[in-house]
């Protein structure tokens, strides 16, 4: 699977694009936030974005000898007899994001997505990706690593600008002190070249901007960029009595991901760069 992606966006001097940047959604669990999800895509809706789901969008922890969940854990129009578990899941969330499709996505592989793929030999969101599309949505799937880089086009000028991504969907435990924080400088060592790192996965949610530094080789120069590192929560909600978070002892998780905005900007110098804020969608 191809894992760089370029997305043009022709983008007036006075306007600003933004990406809705997610993950660990889990749409067919039974503690997933659905009116959290709405409310943002809601707003994604008026401010013309892009939304970025990085990972697990969906669950499917329910399907047949799959150790990572009981039965009581699947939802009850999931669990019916003769009907295939994951078709019907696939279903549900596209009759969901189908109300959607004048935004476009860019959705990558989860852990949950490649255990299903690699347990049951089916891609639940390449499936997922042709429904939207065919009805007239626009999906592009990323794989579980890699670079989305947005190319801004300056109104009908020919003056272009790029805001490189590097995500990666997550690893490793919760990390229940230090959140993953303590990952940041290692990951803008390893992806220097981005502008914007983002992962999840654990279900911790901050937001770390970080200053590099780098010589310039044309004019000898020390200069010095902003990396934004994301962590994107998640929208499902932690059980209250049992199950794999409760005996992990795993943090409550704060839910919502982040608003990336875009705008063009004059420097001092009467360049023109992209000026990249962070908001919190919660």
């Known amino acids: 699977m191809n894992n760089v992606h370029i997305i043009d966006k022709v983008l007036k001097q006075s306007e600003e694009h933004y990406v809705l940047n997610l993950s660990d959604i889990h749409i067919d669990s039974k503690n997933f936030d659905r009116e959290l999800l709405k409310k943002h895509l809601d707003m994604a809706i008026e401010r013309n974005a892009t939304v970025f789901i990085n990972g697990d969008l969906l669950d499917v922890m329910g399907a047949k000898r799959d150790p990572r969940s009981l039965p009581n854990d699947i939802r009850p129009e999931y669990n019916k007899a003769g009907a295939s578990y994951l078709d019907l899941v696939v279903e549900d969330c596209f ?11 860019f959705i990558s592989y989860g852990n949950h997505e490649t255990n299903i793929i690699k347990r049951q030999q089916f891609d639940p969101l390449k499936l997922l990706a042709h429904y939207i599309n065919y009805s007239g949505g626009n999906v592009t799937l990323g ?13 009908k000028s020919s003056e272009k600008r790029l805001v490189k991504w ?3 969907h997550g690893s490793g435990g919760g990390a229940q002190r230090s959140k993953g924080i303590l990952n ?12 914007v790192i983002t992962s999840g996965h654990d279900h911790n949610k901050w937001h770390f901007p970080f200053t590099a530094k780098h010589l310039s080789p044309f004019k ?25 978070e409760v005996e992990k002892n795993f943090n409550e998780p704060t839910l919502g991901g982040w608003w990336v905005k875009n705008k063009w900007e004059n420097t001092g110098n009467k360049e023109r760069i992209i000026k990249t804020t962070i908001e919190e969608a919660n």
């Open 220 to 244: 000898l120069e020390w200069n010095k960029r902003k990396v934004e590192i994301l962590r994107t929560g998640s929208y499902k909600k932690k059980s209250l009595d049992f199950g794999w």
């Open 143 to 155: 794989a579980y690593t890699g670079a989305l880089i947005f190319r801004y086009i300056r109104g």
């Open 95 to 105: 009759q969901f994001l189908k109300k959607y499709n004048d935004l476009d996505f």
């Open 184 to 195: 940041a400088d290692i990951l803008v060592a390893q992806n220097s070249w981005a502008d």
């Open 166 to 168: 590097f995500y990666h």
